[in-house]
T-cell receptor, first 116, second 111 residues
């Protein structure tokens, strides 16, 4: 049981390049999300999904796309990288929230992205 | 103004001290409150979870929610160097999946 895995761990891009950050989970969780973490800003939600084929925007979606074709995978695409997207990106998953469940989000190890 | 305010620290205390970490919030609709711990260069992990008001204890950790003051706290007793990490508070409304996060407080426990 690997939990939540993210690749790559580190990435350097030039302005205007595109790339996809990969996220996979093996816990059969319905809910998956992408956050970015910047100093002094905490975690900010980019996009989330409550199941295969269903995605929605979070707080800071501009410049990012997502898709959810399977329960396990939730890739994040940067369309045209900008220096403002330099950040640490975390993918997380959790069971769908019910009255009896806890708000336990399981986080991946993160991807450190630098855009020059 | 942010919905959730948290002092970024760093907070440095000697080993064995009692630590108090706090968050304030502005949205009275928040019902679910969490504390996550994040070690350096790792993802956050859930530490404590509380629904509505009151206290919850788990070993050396106690989470406290005061909804009337819109204030939550995490207490760590007998602090250890292994408790050195960033502590993030998070909360959400009852009908909303989205967690709202504090910026995190960096805690350093000196041996």
């Amino acid at each position: 049981n690997a939990g939540v895995t993210q690749t790559p761990k580190f990435q350097v891009l030039k302005t205007g390049q595109s790339m996809t950050l990969q996220c996979a989970q093996d816990m059969n969780h319905e809910y998956m999300s992408w956050y970015r973490q910047d100093p002094g800003m905490g975690l900010r939600l980019i996009h989330y999904s409550v199941g295969a084929g269903i995605t929605d925007q979070g707080e800071v979606p501009n410049g990012y796309n997502v898709s959810r074709s399977t329960t396990e995978d939730f890739p994040l695409r940067l369309l045209s990288a900008a220096p403002s997207q330099t950040s640490v990106y975390f993918c997380a998953s959790s069971p769908l929230i019910t009255k009896l469940s806890t708000d336990t989000q399981y986080f991946g190890p993160g991807t450190r992205l630098t855009v020059l | 103004q942010k919905e959730v305010e948290q002092d970024p620290g760093p907070l440095s205390v000697p080993e064995g001290a009692i630590v108090s970490l706090n968050c304030t919030y502005s949205n009275s609709a928040f019902q679910y409150f969490m504390w996550y711990r994040q070690y350096s260069r790792k993802g956050p992990e859930l530490l404590m979870y509380t629904y509505s008001s009151g206290n919850k204890e788990d070993g050396r950790f106690t989470a406290q929610v005061d909804k009337s003051s819109k204030y939550i706290s995490l207490f760590i007793r007998d602090s250890q160097p292994s408790d050195s990490a960033t502590y993030l508070c998070a909360m959400r409304q009852g009908s909303n999946y989205q967690l709202i996060w504090g910026a995190g407080t960096k805690l350093i426990i000196k041996p």
